[in-house]
């Protein structure tokens, strides 16, 4: 997986592009994701139906892994079976 890949979601509307990428297989809602979408939908594992937001970008724990979803869903994203979070925004400098 390399920067600039999108991969979209076996069991939802979720699709995510790369931003930051690690040698790892991602889920979404339970479910591998992959380039293209497979003609049937598989069910969301329920234990990963917190669903993902537009425009957000999430990242592992060892911050070596980051998404950017560019179309929201059911589904949370997942590596190895860990949820992934959502990325912090960086404060603004103060401009005293």
Known sequence: M??????KSAVC????MV?????????CGGAPMAAERPAERGVIDPAFAAGTKMGKRYVDEAGTLELLCVKAG????????VALKLKDAKPL???D
């Open 13 to 16: 509307d979720t699709e995510v």
């Open 93 to 95: 400098p103060a401009s």
């Open 2 to 7: 390399k920067p600039g890949t999108k991969l």
């Open 19 to 27: 931003i930051k990428a690690a040698d790892v297989a991602v889920d």
């Open 74 to 81: 059911q589904g949370s994203l997942s590596v190895g079976g």
